[in-house]
């Protein structure tokens, strides 16, 4: 099978365009011919080797990727329900494999897109992200219905999710952050916000207005203006950190004060250890995405343009997420 392979950590140019042996499905897995494999931000980390020492983590050479689309191809032992040549999207357990022509997946994280009549581009960028923010704000951020929401970082990949689901579930009102220079994106976005603003304007831009719910997924120190951002009680949900400041420290007396949480979101250590809300956030996913409430940007580039990719992701030059094919 064709794949795209990181070499070595480090820069875009260690990704290289393979063939490598077709893999095959083990008992309660399924082997999905992918047409689509999406780019994201723990893609550029896990080839930076941000992740490197970590017990358990890949070490060159390996494929990157952990969102695949595309139909199956076989069924392993026991598995049931899915058919093959049926559309379907995938995640990955070990967040590993999907820039490939061929994935295998467990049989629990992929979800038949048949019925719903997604394109595979759309549900590839857009199903995955979005059953883990039903899962982060179902499950750690307990969103109730009418409370509100800040998300940090509105158009980022995993960022465009939230509004669809939240609005789904009940959220009364629904702000985004952005960078200054993406305020024009921000203006003409279809995502379900009912506004966006200037991230280096908070919390002024948003007058003495607190929320229940903030996503976070950039980090350091608008992290700190995120804790300010909260009701008291109010939940914030560290689910990334894309800013890249890895030294961030959350001032634990400022949660005492105002009854705050803070609770990490991270699905490469959520999910195996509750497959049991997978399929729930799938279909939810699913649900939301064939309602359009998951329109955004999407890029589609080759394997062949998978240094061009990243040096993107790395640039913050996407607005919504960039979806790879098997192609040349």
Same mark, same amino acid.
């Given at each position: 099978?064709?794949?795209?392979?990181?070499?070595?950590?480090?820069?875009?140019?260690?990704?290289?365009?393979?063939?490598v042996p077709d893999p095959v499905p083990g008992p309660g897995q399924v082997a999905i011919d992918v047409s689509h494999a999406a780019v994201g931000l723990v893609d550029v980390?896990?080839?930076?080797?941000?992740?490197?020492?970590?017990?358990?983590?890949?070490?060159?050479?390996?494929?990157?990727?952990?969102?695949?689309? /595309?139909?199956? &191809?076989? !069924? +392993?032992? %026991?598995?049931?329900?899915? $058919? =093959?040549?049926?559309?379907?999207?995938?995640?990955? *357990?070990?967040?590993?494999?999907?820039?490939?022509?061929?994935?295998?997946?467990?049989?629990?994280?992929?979800?038949?897109?048949?019925?719903?009549?997604?394109?595979?581009?759309?549900?590839?960028?857009?199903?995955?992200?979005?059953?883990?923010?039903?899962?982060?704000?179902?499950?750690?951020?307990?969103?109730?219905?009418?409370?509100?929401?800040?998300?940090?970082?509105?158009?980022?990949?995993?960022?465009?999710?939230?509004? /669809?689901?939240? &609005?789904? !579930? +009940?959220? %009364?009102?629904?702000?985004? $952050? =952005?960078?200054?220079?993406?305020?024009?994106?921000? *203006?003409?976005?279809?995502?379900?916000?009912?506004?966006?603003?200037?991230?280096?304007?908070?919390?002024?831009?948003?007058?003495?207005?607190?929320?229940?719910?903030?996503?976070?997924?950039?980090?350091?120190?608008?992290?700190?203006?995120?804790?300010?951002?909260?009701?008291?009680?109010?939940?914030?949900?560290?689910?990334?950190?894309?800013?890249?400041?890895?030294?961030?420290?959350?001032?634990?007396?400022?949660?005492?004060?105002?009854?705050?949480?803070?609770? +990490?979101?991270?699905?490469?250590?959520?999910?195996?250890?509750?497959?049991?809300?997978?399929?729930? *956030?799938?279909?939810?996913?699913?649900?939301?995405?064939?309602?359009?409430?998951?329109?955004?940007?999407?890029?589609?580039?080759?394997?062949?343009?998978?240094?061009?990719?990243?040096?993107?992701?790395?640039?913050?030059?996407?607005?919504?997420?960039?979806?790879?094919?098997?192609?040349?």
């Amino acid at each position: 099978m064709r794949a795209v392979q990181i070499t070595e950590f480090g820069e875009p140019g260690v990704l290289s365009v393979v063939e490598v042996p077709d893999p095959v499905p083990g008992p309660g897995q399924v082997a999905i011919d992918v047409s689509h494999a999406a780019v994201g931000l723990v893609d550029v980390f896990m080839r930076q080797g941000v992740f490197g020492d970590l017990p358990g983590m890949p070490r060159p050479p390996f494929v990157p990727g952990l969102e695949v689309a /595309g139909t199956v &191809r076989a !069924l +392993g032992e %026991g598995v049931t329900g899915l $058919t =093959v040549g049926e559309p379907v999207v995938s995640m990955s *357990a070990t967040g590993v494999g999907g820039y490939a022509s061929v994935y295998v997946a467990d049989a629990g994280l992929v979800a038949s897109t048949r019925r719903f009549g997604i394109a595979p581009a759309v549900a590839v960028a857009v199903v995955p992200n979005a059953a883990m923010a039903h899962v982060a704000l179902t499950r750690v951020a307990h969103l109730a219905e009418g409370e509100s929401v800040l998300v940090q970082g509105a158009l980022g990949g995993f960022s465009a999710a939230f509004p /669809g689901i939240a &609005r789904r !579930l +009940g959220a %009364g009102r629904i702000v985004g $952050t =952005v960078r200054h220079g993406k305020l024009d994106a921000a *203006a003409v976005t279809k995502l379900p916000y009912d506004t966006v603003v200037d991230s280096a304007d908070l919390p002024g831009a948003l007058g003495d207005e607190k929320f229940d719910v903030v996503i976070d997924p950039v980090g350091g120190d608008l992290r700190t203006r995120s804790l300010a951002l909260l009701k008291p009680g109010g939940r914030l949900v560290v689910a990334g950190n894309a800013g890249g400041d890895w030294t961030h420290q959350v001032d634990t007396n400022q949660l005492w004060l105002t009854g705050a949480t803070v609770a +990490g979101f991270n699905a490469g250590a959520y999910l195996p250890a509750h497959p049991q809300v997978v399929r729930p *956030a799938l279909e939810a996913a699913l649900e939301a995405v064939a309602g359009g409430l998951g329109d955004m940007v999407i890029d589609v580039l080759p394997f062949s343009a998978a240094i061009t990719a990243h040096e993107r992701m790395e640039r913050r030059e996407v607005d919504g997420r960039i979806v790879l094919v098997p192609g040349a």
